[in-house]
C-alpha cells in the first residue's frame, strides 16, 4: 500500500466550477501536511499547508482528519491558471523542512 | 535573491554509467533534499544533507550517493545507471527553523535524465 493515495484524475472542469480533491495517508504518525502543486515539466510549489483546523487562502480551502487520515483540498471559482497537477504531501516530522512523502498527484484541467 | 538552482538541465547517459548532479541552494539555507520524480508519479526522498552529512535516508539503494559541500550546495551522484533510473531528480533547500514557524522546502526545476 502507497503511504499516500490521491485520485489520479483527471479532473476536467468548467471555469468558475468546484473542485474538490482528496487523499489518503497511511502512517498515523505523521506530523504535517501539505498540499503542492506543480505545473507541467516544471518543480513542485508549495500551496499550503493543512492543519486540523482547515485553512483558507483566498479560493483554496484545505481540511486535514487525524482520526481518518484525510486530506482534502477544495478549489472555488476555477481558474484556466489552476490547471495543474496537485501533489498531497505528508511528512513523519514536525515542519516542512524535514523529508516529504509525496502522493502519485492529481490533474486538473480547467477549460473555458 | 536567487532561488534553488541545479545543473545540468539535461543529460543522456547509457547504462552502466555514472552520473554527477549538482545543486546551490536558496541563499540562507543550509539543508539540501533530494528527490527523483519518474513520469506520472509524485518525488520520492532520496536522502537529506544537513552540515555536510547525510541525516536520512529514502529507499533508495548503494549506487546512490551524495555530498555537501561547505557552502551548503550538494552533489547527487549514481552509479551503475540502470534504465529504471531514467527521472527528474530535483534538489530542495531549507533551513531549521530558528523558532516555531515552520518552514518549507523550496524547489530547483531539477535535472532531467534519459538512461539508454
Known amino acids: 500500500r502507497k503511504e499516500v493515495e490521491q485520485d489520479p484524475g483527471p479532473f476536467n472542469v468548467p471555469e468558475g466550477a468546484t473542485v474538490a480533491f482528496n487523499c489518503t495517508y497511511s502512517?498515523?504518525?505523521?506530523?504535517?501536511f501539505f498540499w503542492y502543486r506543480q505545473d507541467c515539466r516544471k518543480e513542485p510549489k508549495l500551496l499550503m499547508s493543512v492543519y486540523s483546523s482547515g485553512n483558507e487562502d483566498g479560493r483554496f480551502t484545505a481540511q486535514l482528519n487525524r482520526a481518518s487520515q484525510y486530506i482534502s483540498l477544495l478549489i472555488r471559482d476555477s481558474k484556466l491558471s489552476d490547471s495543474a497537477t496537485y501533489l498531497c504531501v505528508v511528512s513523519p516530522f514536525s515542519g516542512g523542512y524535514n523529508k516529504l512523502i509525496f502522493g502519485a498527484g492529481t490533474r486538473l484541467a480547467v477549460h473555458p | 535573491d536567487a532561488g534553488v538552482t541545479q545543473s545540468p538541465t539535461h543529460l543522456i547517459k547509457t547504462r552502466g554509467q555514472q552520473v554527477t548532479l549538482r545543486c546551490s541552494p536558496k541563499s540562507g539555507h543550509d539543508t539540501v533534499s533530494w528527490y527523483q520524480q519518474a513520469l506520472g508519479q509524485g518525488p520520492q526522498f532520496i536522502f537529506q544533507y544537513y552540515e555536510e552529512e547525510e541525516r536520512q535516508r529514502g529507499n533508495f539503494p548503494d549506487r546512490f550517493s551524495g555530498h555537501q559541500f561547505p557552502n551548503y550546495s550538494s552533489e547527487l551522484n549514481v552509479n551503475a545507471l540502470l534504465l529504471g533510473d531514467s527521472a527528474l531528480y530535483l534538489c530542495?533547500?531549507?533551513?531549521?527553523?530558528?523558532?516555531?514557524?515552520?518552514?518549507?522546502?523550496?524547489f530547483g526545476p531539477g535535472t532531467r535524465l534519459l538512461v539508454l
Open positions: 530542495a533547500s531549507s533551513r531549521l527553523p530558528m523558532d516555531s514557524k515552520e518552514e518549507t522546502q523550496y
Open positions: 502512517n498515523s504518525a505523521s506530523q504535517s
